[in-house]
């Protein structure tokens, strides 16, 4: 096929004037625009004919990057370049070196405008610079909110601290005065009670019959070791809410005995109740009686509330060189999930006629003694750890073997 060179000529003539890509040539040694078509001219505002002839630094921000452009073929980015009204330029230029025959060394520019995307995209580095810089702040407003948020949780646990102390003292000082106020009330009606109970076994020893008598004897002689526990805690409770505890010397006592008095004074309740002894026969304790007949009362009482008076009670002993463990065990409901963490506050009960003060009395007279009362888990019912001391604090030194020898660990509840 025979090729036709006017006809290029005449294409690429036509593509190079009226086409859409921005073209001019520079003469490389006298830097003057030799050729440009209108897009080119369009590119840079100017005129087409004011434009071939001119220096081409005219059409460059920089006279120095118009240099390093020219004279070095290939591709550069983001070349800057001026516009004749001032508005920013910014081309990707393909530069390529010609000799021509009759117009010499030149540089033949190819211009693509990339102003509009450039000057997004440095709006967006400047957006995310400033939206960088805002984040940091933020970060560092946060921070500081955070610290401040720290320091009032931190002074509103102390408040609640605080305020629970009070509400405690408070409570306390209820309990001192209603204590106070049923000793009182019930001090004439126990003298009463006790006159009563001589007056009966006097009458009854009167009337000569022996048989009776011995019959009666265990009965009178539970009662009266019954009134006079009573009698006792008025005493105690009175003599409590004037000094502030109870005043009884601590003394060395069986818990395994206390345990079976203690027993014995709720036996009317227990003709249905199946009463379990596990654990050692003797634990030595020392510590104040009345104290200790308060808590075992206290938590047997319980048990049997618990149970209904029917039921399986446990009684697990465990007798140790540095103290005396008791665990009663029920089969009743158990306390309640909600009020676990609080059974020993005042005035908090599981059951509806209960008044909630008897375990926290029971537990603030084990801690007189030097012991304990607890919740331990156990699968059903409800289990109590009630400790002592095995010897007095002024005898830390005492024999090791008192007690038995041992030092039993302490256990949990099982069933």
Do not use: W
């Amino acid at each position: 096929m025979h090729r036709d060179a006017s006809l290029e000529a005449d294409v690429f003539g036509v593509l190079y004037q009226q086409g859409a890509q921005a073209v001019f040539a520079v003469h490389r040694d006298t830097r003057v625009i030799v050729a440009a078509n209108v897009a080119a001219a369009q590119l840079v505002g100017r005129d087409r004919d004011d434009l071939v002839g001119a220096p081409v630094a005219e059409v460059f921000d920089d006279p120095a990057a118009a240099d390093r452009v020219l004279t070095r073929p290939g591709l550069h980015e983001e070349v800057a370049m001026r516009r004749e009204d001032g508005y920013p330029l910014f081309a990707t230029l393909h530069v390529t070196h010609l000799d021509h025959p009759a117009r010499g060394a030149l540089a033949a520019c190819v211009a693509t405008d990339h102003t509009e995307r450039l000057l997004l995209e440095r709006e967006l580095i400047a957006k995310h610079s400033a939206l960088y810089a805002a984040h940091a702040e933020l970060e560092r407003v946060v921070a500081r909110l955070r610290a401040t948020q720290e320091r009032l949780e931190q002074r509103n646990q102390e408040l609640i601290a605080l305020g629970g102390q009070l509400a405690l003292a408070a409570r306390r000082a209820a309990i001192g005065e209603f204590s106070a106020g049923v000793a009182h009330s019930i001090n004439n009606p126990m003298a009463a009670l006790s006159s009563t109970l001589r007056r009966i076994e006097k009458i009854v020893r009167d009337r000569g019959d022996a048989e009776l008598t011995e019959m009666l004897a265990p009965y009178f002689d539970r009662a009266r070791r019954a009134t006079g526990r009573m009698e006792q805690i008025v005493a105690s409770v009175r003599a409590a809410h004037k000094a502030g505890q109870l005043e009884s010397d601590p003394r060395e006592m069986d818990l395994a005995h206390e345990v079976d008095v203690a027993l014995s004074l709720f036996e009317p309740r227990m003709a249905s109740v199946e009463v379990i002894r596990e654990g050692d026969d003797h634990a030595p304790i020392v510590a104040p009686p009345d104290a200790v007949h308060h808590i075992l009362g206290n938590l047997i009482e319980n048990a049997l509330n618990a149970m209904a008076d029917r039921g399986t009670l446990t009684l697990v002993l465990q007798a140790g060189e540095d103290a005396g463990r008791l665990i009663v065990r029920d089969t009743g409901p158990g306390v309640p999930e909600a009020i676990r963490d609080r059974v020993f506050e005042p005035f908090v009960s599981g059951r509806r006629d209960g008044t909630g003060l008897g375990l926290s009395v029971a537990q603030r007279l084990a801690k007189q003694c030097g012991g304990d009362l607890r919740l331990i888990p156990c699968e059903s019912g409800a289990a109590f750890e009630a400790s002592f001391p095995a010897r007095s604090p002024r005898d830390g030194d005492a024999d090791p073997n008192r007690g038995g020898g041992r030092d039993a660990p302490r256990a949990e509840a099982t069933t």
